[in-house]
C-alpha cells in the first residue's frame, strides 16, 4: 500500500526559488534509485517537463530547472521503500530547503494513491506527463524502430488495448488529462517529440 499524506502543504514559503542543482539531484537520484528502469524514467519525465516548461509555458531557465527538478526526483523512493514511496522524498527535500512548489507537485503526482490533488501548473502537469510517458516508453520498446516515426494514432491504438501496458491505468490518464486541461493527441504528440532525446 502506498503512503497516503495527511496534509496538503508541503515545505516551507521562505524556500521558494530554492532548488538542488542538477549534479546535487543526479546524486541524489544514483544513490537511492537501484533500478535503472527507473532512473530511466525518471529522466525522461524530467526532461519531459523541462521541455514542456520552455515550450508550452514560456518559463524563463530557472522556472524550467524546478520543473526538471520535480520530474527528476518525483519517483525517488519507489523502487527501494515502496511502503513510504513519495513521503521519503518530500521529507528528504523538506530538509534540504527546497522550494514548496517542487515539493507539492511530487506529493500531488498520483492523487489516488498518495492523497494530494494538483493544484499549480507544475503539479498538474508532473501528474499528467508522469501517467503518459511510461506508456509511451513500453510503445517504443515494441515497435522496429522504437520512436522513429511514431505517430499519435499508435499511441491511441495501444490506450485503446486494455492488455498492453495492463498496469497503466486509462483512467488515471484520463484524469490527469482533464486536470491539466489538454488533449490526449497533444500530449502524446509532445512526449513522442521529446522522450527520445533522452538517450541514458
Ligand atoms: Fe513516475
Not at 506529493?107 to 507544475?122: L, T
Request: with cysteine.
Amino acid at each position: 500500500m502506498p503512503y497516503n499524506f495527511d496534509r496538503t502543504t508541503f515545505g516551507n514559503e521562505i524556500n521558494k526559488g530554492n532548488a538542488p542543482s542538477t549534479e546535487e539531484a543526479m546524486q541524489l537520484l544514483n544513490d537511492w534509485v537501484k533500478n535503472d528502469r527507473l532512473k530511466l524514467h525518471m529522466k525522461q519525465v524530467a526532461h519531459n517537463m523541462k521541455s514542456w516548461a520552455k515550450e508550452k509555458e514560456n518559463l524563463d531557465e530557472s522556472d524550467q530547472h524546478r520543473w526538471y527538478i520535480a520530474g527528476l526526483l518525483h519517483d525517488a523512493d519507489w523502487d527501494q521503500w515502496p511502503d513510504d514511496h513519495c513521503r521519503l522524498i518530500v521529507e528528504e527535500l523538506e530538509k534540504r530547503n527546497t522550494d514548496p512548489e517542487i515539493i507539492r507537485a511530487i506529493a500531488s503526482h498520483g492523487p489516488n494513491h498518495f492523497g494530494v490533488f494538483p493544484e499549480s501548473r507544475m503539479d498538474k502537469m508532473l501528474y499528467v506527463i508522469d501517467e503518459l510517458s511510461g506508456f509511451i516508453h513500453a510503445y517504443s520498446l515494441m515497435r522496429p524502430n522504437n520512436y522513429e516515426g511514431m505517430e499519435v494514432k499508435g499511441v491511441k491504438k495501444r490506450l485503446k488495448d486494455k492488455l498492453f501496458a495492463a498496469g497503466v491505468s486509462r483512467e488515471e490518464i484520463a484524469d490527469a488529462l482533464e486536470r491539466a486541461g489538454i488533449s490526449l493527441e497533444e500530449l502524446i504528440e509532445f512526449i513522442a517529440r521529446h522522450q527520445k532525446e533522452v538517450v541514458e
